[in-house]
């Protein structure tokens, strides 16, 4: 029984781990090009224009706070949460664009990717959304460096999926 205790709180810290540094990455990559991010809310048409820059702002607040706390391992319940609340919340935006008909959206869910909106990058948000919440059911690792070990290797599964997902993308354009 201990072994699956602790091979599930290992699983959970994965899922955090790997979520966390998608959020920071996008943090990150939108605090770089603040305009084109309030250009690509503004393109989704769910906020008036002036909103768009303070829309920008806040999120790439909230995607590199939430990164860091899902990263730090502490009170996963609580990340696990607010992260899937997050992802439903892009899920319901994409959603509504997706019924619109305006498909040639660009999802913003990787960075530097060149992904548009459909059901099935809804559907991908909600299954998200479910794993990293059950992810802060786990128990919370309380050695330091299994933390560290996890979150690198979190991070190491992000780089490998956005290399495998440019891989992909490169080969369909040629």
């Given at each position: 029984?201990?072994?699956?205790?602790?091979?599930?709180?290992?699983?959970?810290?994965?899922?955090?781990?790997?979520?966390?540094?998608?959020?920071?990455?996008?943090?990150?990559?939108?605090?770089?090009?603040?305009?084109?991010?309030?250009?690509?809310?503004?393109?989704?048409?769910?906020?008036?224009?002036?909103?768009?820059?303070?829309?920008?702002?806040?999120?790439?607040?909230?995607?590199?706070?939430?990164?860091?706390?899902?990263?730090?391992?502490?009170?996963?319940?609580?990340?696990?949460?607010?992260?899937?609340?997050?992802?439903?919340?892009?899920?319901?935006?994409?959603?509504?664009?997706?019924?619109?008909?305006?498909?040639?959206?660009?999802?913003g869910c990787l960075p530097g990717a060149d992904a548009?909106?459909?059901?099935?990058?809804?559907?991908?948000?909600?299954?998200?959304?479910?794993?990293?919440?059950?992810?802060?059911?786990?128990?919370?690792?309380?050695?330091?460096?299994?933390?560290?070990?996890?979150?690198?290797?979190?991070?190491?599964?992000?780089?490998?999926?956005?290399?495998?997902?440019?891989?992909?993308?490169?080969?369909?354009?040629?």
């Amino acid at each position: 029984m201990s072994l699956f205790v602790s091979f599930m709180a290992m699983a959970g810290m994965l899922i955090r781990s790997a979520t966390g540094a998608l959020f920071l990455g996008n943090g990150f990559a939108r605090v770089s090009d603040v305009a084109q991010s309030a250009s690509g809310i503004a393109a989704w048409r769910l906020l008036p224009l002036d909103v768009a820059f303070p829309a920008a702002r806040i999120l790439t607040g909230v995607e590199i706070l939430l990164g860091g706390w899902l990263l730090s391992g502490m009170n996963p319940l609580g990340a696990g949460i607010v992260a899937a609340f997050m992802f439903m919340f892009f899920a319901g935006a994409m959603a509504v664009n997706v019924l619109r008909g305006r498909t040639g959206l660009d999802c913003g869910c990787l960075p530097g990717a060149d992904a548009r909106i459909s059901w099935y990058t809804v559907l991908r948000n909600i299954v998200l959304a479910v794993l990293v919440a059950l992810s802060g059911f786990c128990n919370a690792i309380t050695s330091i460096l299994l933390r560290i070990e996890g979150a690198c290797l979190g991070m190491t599964l992000l780089l490998l999926a956005l290399a495998v997902m440019h891989l992909s993308v490169r080969e369909v354009r040629e």
